[in-house]
């Protein structure tokens, strides 16, 4: 039913107002029939320089179409036509909303991010029933005290305006569930938000905080914490017993210490990059149960601990660019995706070993612990000679110790059969072919079915991929470098790990992709992505999604700064209903 009863008492002249002359704030009168019936208008990107009073008054003003029609069919009987609930007036040029948004007392949801707004109306205390309301990207220096009204409030996203504080009265906000305060000028954040019991994520990144509250720990419900891109110098010790907490971003602030964590045994994302943590210690890492993904580039560290093993979940390690000069050969024991080490004066691993990627990296750290036996714990600096590559056709030596087929670098458009002919009896896991001038798979690799787990083609001149890689039963990580990602990629179940970066690929298939219910990994920065399929939030597998780099509007860099899970969750969001 419409509100016409609820607001019979009132002047049917209040918040009248003239549209201009020129019809610019006019909307299309199917548009508004449409909405009558659906609870819901979608006003964006119509260069609106303000909202146009049938906008306010849809559920007030009799329509003009019944003014001239005086039979109506049961579909058309405006005076029983629904509520509006949702109102999307973004990406306009808003200055002000009207007090007139009382009008509007049944909305859930209200959009209207990216606009010139530098204040909110004091009727917005009246908006008792929404759930969701998005001021994004506008001019706010100041909320109205009347927001902590809004007692039904779930999502509050509030980022990238011109705060530098909150109102009294904030943890009145019961209800909410996700607050983004992000690229705002907040120097402190209230203590008062440890009374919102419901918050599970809060995202305080990019504004000028040099610490946190303490009483943030009696956030019994919270999972996401993003403080990344503050003044931070220290970390409460409280915070330590959120027990609920899954995924925090500390990057690029001022801490010298890495907290411990003796309560958090769901964290499963810890981001300290760009910091100057010194050192990583056990009693950082002892209680990292379900840790997935640890990210400590940019820091000053000088060591890991051989502790760095108990985190047997770990799937992404991010230690570049610090001051690490070896590491445990236990490493290699973690079941890691991705360690990236680059930019550190590593004196223990050789440099080619390093540029072949992670899992010869883990694999060598595997070959010293035999070698070297349980009593040393360090990897020490090679002395022997090792036969490399470029002495020699086929490198023997890496078939046999490191289970690696090498003919990497040729510049050859084929790959010669006494290459494949070394490997006889062997065992054969990893395959690295890249930098030749390769347009097809070779067809002998199908002759590592059973056994390789790992293929490099990356660097080559392929245009599409034979079903010869379908037949590796059991490759798990596939480096390749395409201008169209190939169809037959869709029908490997076993990936894991797709790495398709810099690369000229436009686009991708959600519908197949989803099918690929292992792959975890997918790098596809630096491509020509025009647009994100919203589909692809469905790859719930996934834990690792990089799409930097693309010329696409949406998502927004801000959306992609918090990481996959919360991509994901915005591309499902825009999935079409």
């Avoid at 006003?43 to 179409?65: A, T």
């Avoid at 927004?556 to 994901?568: E, P, S, Y």
């Amino acid at each position: 039913m419409s509100r016409l009863q609820g607001v019979a008492g009132r002047d049917p002249r209040a918040g009248f107002r003239a549209e201009r002359a020129d019809g610019s704030t006019s909307v299309p009168q199917g548009l508004l029939k449409a909405a009558r019936k659906s609870g819901q208008l979608n006003l964006s990107g119509r260069n609106l320089s303000e909202v146009p009073q049938c906008v306010w008054r849809i559920n007030v003003d009799v329509p003009e179409e019944a003014n001239q029609n005086l039979s109506f069919s049961a579909a058309e009987r405006w005076w029983e036509q629904t509520d509006l609930t949702k109102l999307i007036i973004s990406n306009n040029k808003l200055q002000a909303l009207s007090d007139d948004l009382r009008l509007l007392p049944a909305l859930t949801v209200l959009d209207i991010h990216d606009n010139q707004l530098t204040s909110l109306p004091s009727a917005i205390r009246e908006l008792e029933n929404l759930q969701k309301f998005n001021v994004s990207h506008n001019k706010l220096k100041m909320l109205p005290e009347e927001i902590t009204n809004l007692k039904n409030l779930k999502g509050l996203y509030l980022q990238h305006n011109e705060l530098m504080c909150l109102p009294e009265g904030f943890e009145q906000l019961s209800s909410l569930e996700d607050l983004d305060l992000s690229n705002n000028r907040l120097a402190a954040v209230p203590g008062s938000f440890s009374s919102l019991p419901n918050l599970k994520r809060l995202s305080l990144s990019s504004n000028q905080l040099k610490s946190l509250p303490a009483e943030m720990s009696r956030m019994k419900k919270l999972k996401h914490l993003d403080c990344n891109s503050n003044l931070l110098e220290t970390i409460p010790p409280e915070l330590a017993g959120m027990e609920s907490l899954e995924l925090l971003y500390l990057r690029r602030n001022k801490l010298r210490f890495l907290p411990e964590f003796p309560s958090c045994r769901l964290l499963k994302e810890l981001h300290v990059g760009e910091n100057q943590i010194e050192m990583l210690g056990a009693e950082h890492l002892k209680h990292l149960n379900s840790i997935l993904v640890l990210d400590l580039r940019d820091n000053k560290l000088k060591s890991v601990p051989d502790e760095i093993t108990l985190l047997q979940s770990l799937e992404r390690l991010d230690l570049s660019n610090n001051d690490i000069s070896s590491l445990p050969c236990s490493l290699g024991n973690l079941h890691l995706k991705f360690l990236a080490l680059e930019g550190n004066p590593l004196r223990t691993i050789r440099r080619e070993i390093i540029n072949k990627g992670t899992q010869e990296v883990l694999k060598y750290l595997r070959s010293k612990i035999k070698e070297d036996g349980p009593g040393r714990s360090d990897c020490v600096p090679e002395t022997t000679a090792m036969t490399l590559p470029s002495e020699s056709r086929v490198n023997s030596h890496a078939i046999a110790t490191l289970k690696l087929l090498d003919y990497s670098d040729k510049q050859t458009p084929l790959i010669p059969d006494e290459v494949f002919d070394a490997v006889k009896t062997n065992i054969v896991t990893s395959v690295n072919f890249s930098k030749n001038q390769l347009q097809e798979v070779p067809k002998r690799i199908v002759e590592l079915k059973d056994m390789v787990s790992d293929v490099n083609l990356s660097f080559n001149k392929l245009s599409c991929v034979s079903l010869e890689l379908c037949m590796l039963q059991k490759l798990t990580f596939l480096d390749l470098r395409f201008k169209v990602l190939p169809e037959v990629l869709y029908d490997i179940p076993t990936l894991e790990t797709v790495l398709i970066s810099n690369n000229q690929v436009g686009s991708v298939n959600p519908q197949k992709m989803k099918m690929m219910d292992r792959l975890t990994t997918l790098d596809l920065q630096n491509n020509d992505l025009l647009q994100v399929p919203p589909e692809l939030g469905n790859c719930v597998s996934l834990r690792t999604l990089l799409l930097d780099g693309n010329p696409f509007r949406i998502p927004r860099a801000a959306i992609l700064m918090r990481g996959t899970a919360a991509v994901l969750e915005y591309l499902r969001d825009r999935i079409p209903s």
